[in-house]
Each structure stands twice: as structure tokens, then as C-alpha cells.
């Protein structure tokens, strides 16, 4: 039977993983999906993710691609893991992709979203899915701040340690800050991203919310590449991995 290499779409709530990559000090989504991998094709194959998101960090568009030798059509994949999957873990989709394929590497784009629940007392029911704030945030400061992202910079000041990235380059084209009753959502999208680096600009923005920091700021850590220009690492609960895209999907759409 041909082998073949099967892209899945992945759905999480991440607060009870310490990430998407397998460790030893607790339940990841890779290893959950790699279970009902096991159960399905009945023996262990391995799931290679495009973000390796950290313990906490949510999903609605987490991309992985494995091999398998199976009569299971690739659209059928998600009604047949979901059987076996936690209910905080969902595939939505599934397609069968060239075999030189790969998931992360080949990723030519990333759309982030953080979500903050601004109000004076935290929520009960989105507690999980957003970082409280309870001081009134100016969304138009931060939104001005962060127009500073836009295009192609040295993001070394975006940094936490613990990245392992041959190179702190990368490309921003969308940034924006809404506001919509108590939620204050900011979206970013590049071609990749450094560890912790869409945190640090939640952070960051967030004290230039409340008046801690400075409009300027991120332009001027841009510039001197130096973290203590920023704010602090915002929460990871509120810190959702939107969609990850891929070019063979723009051209299928003309785009």
C-alpha cells in the first residue's frame, strides 16, 4: 500500500498541555494526537507540527503532517482521530500533500490573535481563552505603537531566551488592535515568528494601554534590538494560534 503524507487542520483549548511538543513533565497535544494515531493505523507514527506553541497557548488553526501506509480516505482522518482524541483537542481537516512536504518549514504564513478581557473583575466563562486586564486600555495607543511592526525588521528585542532561530529577520504585514465591548483583540500576521515573540508585543502593548510605556517604544526597541526597551511576556492563556498557511493554498486560490 503507497505511503502517503496526510496535513492536518488542529482545534485546541491548550490550558491543561504544556504545549504542542511532546515532554516529559506532562501531557502535549503532539502526544495526544500521536495516541489516537496509534489506535487508528495501529502502531506509533510520528505528527510534526508548524508551531511548537507553548503550555497554555490555544489553537484554532495548528497545522501537522504524518506519514501513513492506510485505506483511510485523507478527508476521513479527522471523524476517525476525533473518536480517540480529548475533548480540548479537535482536527478539522485533513489533506493528502506531496511527500517532500513539510509542515513547519515549508509554513509561508502565521496569523496570531491575543485576546485580553478588559474589565474590572476577571471573566468566569473566557477565563481561559483571555488574559484580564482590569485597568481601561486605550486601544488607539496601542494600535498606534504597533503599526511600528509593520514590515521587514531585526526583531532581536522580541526575543525571550530559550530561542533556538538562525536568524531574529522576519516580515510583518498585518497588525491591528480592536476593541469590542470588554474584549481588546490584537491580531499579528507574518511569515514566522520568534519564541515568545507575539507575547512580548501583547505585553508591551498593553502597558502602552494604561500609560507604562511610551507610544514609541516598540519603533525604539526595534532599533536598539534591546528587550529592556519592552514590556513584560503577557500571559500565554490568552494567546490563540489563528492559521497557519501554506503557498500551494494561495495558488489553489488565485491568490
Sequence with gaps: MEQKRIL????????????????????????????????????FTRVTG?????????????????????????????????????????????TQVPHDFHARFQAAGKLYTYRIHNAPHASTIFRSCTAHVPVELDAEAMQRCGAALL???????????????????????L????????EVALRVHGNGFLYNMVRIIAGTLIDVGHGKLDEGCIARAIESKDRLDLGVTAPACGLELTRVEYDFEKEAKGT
Design 151 to 173: 514590515g521587514t525588521h531585526d526583531f532581536a528585542a522580541f526575543a525571550a531566551a530559550g530561542g533556538q532561530a538562525k536568524t531574529t529577520v522576519r516580515t510583518i504585514d
Design 175 to 182: 497588525f491591528s488592535v480592536e476593541k469590542q465591548g470588554q
Design 8 to 43: 492536518l487542520t488542529v482545534s485546541y483549548d491548550g490550558t491543561a498541555y504544556v504545549g504542542w511538543q511532546f515532554q516529559e513533565n506532562g501531557p502535549s497535544i503532539q502526544e495526544e494526537i500521536e495516541k489516537a494515531l496509534q489506535k487508528t493505523l495501529g502502531c
Design 50 to 94: 508548524a508551531s511548537r506553541t507553548d503550555a497554555g497557548v490555544h489553537a484554532l488553526g495548528q497545522r501537522a503532517h504524518f506519514d501513513a501506509r492506510s485505506s483511510i480516505p485523507p478527508e476521513k482522518y479527522p471523524f476517525v482521530l476525533n473518536r480517540y482524541l480529548p475533548a480540548d483537542i479537535r482536527v478539522t481537516a485533513a
